[in-house]
């Protein structure tokens, strides 16, 4: 087996390696490509579910608010109307 350290290799029974005394029962964790591309992934899915989540949970909140004209009816008669030619 090869040290993770000094890439020096070293029998497979060695606990040290013979090189630079690294402990090869230590195997150090190395994400690969794939696993990178695994949890960038699910946490774009996280997050595109979490919009749509959100987005339909601030719809259903915006159509309880009042709107201008429910607040002011009066104020809806004295806007200016279109000028018909
Ligand atoms: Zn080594």
Redesign the pocket.
Known sequence: MK??????E?KDTAKI??????D?MYVPWKPTWKWHLKVLGIIYVIVIVLFFVARFFLNKFDRNLPTWESEYPMYEKMAPKPINK
Request: charged residues 5%; hydrophobic residues 15%.
């Open positions: 040290c993770y350290n000094c890439q020096t070293n390696c013979k090189s630079c005394g690294a090869l």
